[in-house]
Nanobody
Framework: QVRLVESGGGLVQAGGSLRLSCAAS????????MGWFRQAPGKEREFVTA????????YYADSVKGRFTISRDNAKNRVYLQMNSLKPEDTAVYYC????????????????????WGQGTQVTVSS
């Protein structure tokens, strides 16, 4: 079992930045690839970014590429999401998730690839 707790969400103006953090406890954190997803009201949960167990591989959704950066610190059992140049369309609840494998694969962009989820943190970007 892996417990995930997100933090760092809030209200920010368009063009601003936020840094989300996800703290993991339970099983060995470095055994898991990690992902961030988001869900806006009335929309399905969508992939944002993912990182392999070592941090050596990352995937990004086209909508956030160049603006968001995922990173992890296995010694601290944490994964981070640095979000810059935020847009109103980035408004959503952001979730971190622990994947079923160490490395990223073709399914890493889908929620089904992840077994453990945090409770989410709200990010609101005002125009």
């Amino acid at each position: 079992q892996v417990r995930l707790v997100e933090s760092g969400g809030g209200l920010v103006q368009a063009g601003g930045s936020l840094r989300l953090s996800c703290a993991a406890s339970g099983r060995t954190f470095s055994n898991y690839a990690m992902g961030w997803f988001r869900q806006a009201p009335g929309k399905e949960r969508e992939f944002v970014t993912a990182i392999s167990w070592s941090g050596g591989s990352t995937y990004y959704a086209d909508s956030v590429k160049g603006r968001f950066t995922i990173s992890r610190d296995n010694a601290k059992n944490r994964v981070y999401l640095q979000m810059n140049s935020l847009k109103p369309e980035d408004t959503a609840v952001y979730y971190c998730a622990a994947g079923r494998s160490w490395e990223l694969n073709a399914s890493s962009r889908t929620p089904d690839e992840y077994d453990y989820w945090g409770q989410g943190t709200q990010v609101t970007v005002s125009s």
